[in-house]
């Protein structure tokens, strides 16, 4: 298969570049906005064209959620009108499109259990309301399609969580880190170990439509803090649980988006690690970088 990959420099087309590396049979072209303008229609109808796609993994999105708020265009923008330019293009050439997706589609409501991919979304912020937008416009095309919901990714390349907090526990006595926001931490190789897994075995076929991916278990951001100092020996830094409350921000951040993975493991039959264990080995990744 032909495969193109937009946001092919972010994390989670870093970490599909590792994996298709070790595949000689699908053929992987990967694209950043200076390589394939996505909110062009033309230069995406002529990419397809060029390159013969059989799919495209759409990870480019606009991720900075408190920078969003007063820039409601460019994320639109991205978030909505891209993801519905590549859902066309991939109708007009009977393709696949996998369109990853985010946990905010649910940050206004809170719950107690685990969210599911029929639940009412009730988006929390620009952020939230313009990935929704985009999986909307994805839904009407009528192209074939696999949405993915993902949740806190992180990895050991670009900005994430991990990584600020290896640099912040080694280099500060103490830290502060909020307690009453609930979710699950995401691998971004996990997930491009699982995507790769559904595009080359063709297991998409008769099961498209919306699904939810994030590591096993559960976890607030105090917990995940506390695992990645531990487990990298920064034992030195006491780290204390707060509130959202006492950090202000333009965006309402889901209280509680725990991702329930159990479609797409019954559809697809793969396996969804525990967050412990898949931080543990990006943990030993960057040891290797």
């Known amino acids: 298969m032909n495969i193109i990959v937009t946001g092919a420099g972010g994390q989670l087309g870093t970490a599909l570049r590792r ?14 906005v200076a390589e394939l303008d996505i909110t062009s229609r033309e230069a995406v109808f002529s990419a397809v064209r060029r390159e013969k796609a059989d799919a495209i993994v759409n990870c480019a999105a606009y991720t900075n959620v408190e920078k969003a ?11 909505a009108t891209a993801p519905g330019i590549l859902a066309e293009a991939m109708q007009a050439s009977g393709g696949l499109l996998v369109h990853i997706s985010t946990d905010y589609v649910f940050g206004k409501d809170s719950f107690n259990t685990p969210c599911t991919e029929d639940r009412p979304c009730a988006p929390s912020g620009v952020y939230g309301l313009t990935k929704l937008r985009g999986e ?13 919901r993902t949740s806190w990714l992180y ?23 909020v307690f009453d926001q609930v979710g699950t931490p995401t691998y971004a190789l996990d997930l491009a170990r699982a995507i790769h897994t559904v595009i080359h075995g063709r297991l ?16 607030s951001w ?44 019954k ?3 793969i396996p969804v690690r525990y967050w412990r264990d898949s931080l543990s080995e990006c943990l030993s990744n960057m040891t290797e970088i």
Do not use: W
């Open 19 to 32: 994996v298709a590396s070790s595949d000689a049979a699908d053929r992987y072209i990967f694209t950043d």
């Open 69 to 79: 708020e007063d820039d409601y265009e460019a994320a639109s923008l991205l978030n």
């Open 136 to 148: 909307q416009a994805v839904q009407a095309s009528g192209c074939r399609h696999l949405i993915i």
């Open 155 to 177: 990895s050991e390349y670009g900005n994430n969580f991990v990584k600020t907090m290896l640099r912040l526990s080694a280099e500060k006595p103490s830290l502060n880190v």
């Open 204 to 219: 998409y076929e008769g099961h498209e439509g919306i699904y939810h991916y994030s590591g096993e278990g559960v976890c």
């Open 222 to 265: 105090y917990d995940f803090a506390e695992a990645i100092a531990s487990m990298s020996g920064h034992t030195g830094c006491e780290i204390h649980p707060c509130r959202s409350a006492e950090y202000p921000s333009k965006v309402e951040r889901p209280a509680y988006s725990v991702l329930d993975k159990t479609k797409f493991k």
């Open 267 to 269: 559809t697809f039959g």
